[in-house]
T-cell receptor, first 113, second 109 residues
């Protein structure tokens, strides 16, 4: 499935670095999502954008900053992260927020040293 | 609060049938999803139940009982490629997905 792409696939960063994760969907969808998947924990919803408007911020620390410039692109800007932020970050999209199916990207494996 | 319980791990034999159970608690409910996730890959959609009963799709079937807060995923004629994690998730009243920790299924010859 290449409908949702994410870059980079792997990222190692120090606690003082600033980096960004990128997600692009080629499905013509209007809703996009960021999830965090840590080892032995469930997928946690972080942010939701519907028609470029942020509709959900699931109590995410401010060191994570999302950006959605258009319906096809979603970014997650990272700064001053902590080692416990190391996880797989997954992007997903759906037709809109009430659509049945979310399509996931392959994820970015983030390691914070 | 919101909660999902599903077994952490299961093992089954190639060609057999396996049932993965999921129980959930939530005040707002807009449907139950099952996703498959192979190691290192993205979750992929398997099934969606919004009404009680059984939905069949090829070798996979999913059942929902809203009154019991219970669902199961049934996999028939197991193949080695079915070894993966199976994620149960419900859609909340706000139309967001709430996931369980997943059941890692190992299919053995």
């Amino acid at each position: 499935e290449t409908g949702v792409t994410q870059t980079p696939r792997h990222l190692v960063m120090g606690m003082t670095n600033k980096k960004s994760l990128k997600c692009e969907q080629h499905l013509g969808h209007n809703a996009m999502y960021w999830y965090k998947q840590s080892a032995k924990k469930p997928l946690e919803l972080m942010f939701v954008y519907n028609f470029k408007e942020q509709t959900e911020n699931n109590s995410v620390p401010s060191r994570f900053s999302p950006e959605c410039p258009n319906s096809s692109h979603l970014f997650l800007h990272l700064h001053t992260l902590q080692p416990e932020d190391s996880a797989l970050y997954l992007c997903a999209s759906s037709q809109d927020k009430v659509a049945d199916t979310q399509y996931f990207g392959p994820g970015t494996r983030l390691t914070v040293l | 609060g919101q909660n999902i319980d599903q077994p952490t791990e299961m093992t089954a034999t190639e060609g057999a049938i396996v049932q993965i159970n999921c129980t959930y608690q939530t005040s707002g409910f807009n449907g139950l999803f099952w996703y498959q996730q192979h190691a290192g890959e993205a979750p992929t959609f398997l099934s969606y139940n919004v009404l009680d009963g059984l939905e069949e799709k090829g070798r996979f079937s999913s059942f929902l009982s809203r009154s019991k807060g219970y669902s199961y995923l049934l996999l028939k004629e197991l193949q080695m490629k079915d070894s993966a994690s199976y994620l149960c998730a419900f859609r909340t009243g706000a139309n967001n997905l709430f996931f369980g920790t997943g059941t890692r299924l190992t299919v053995i010859p």
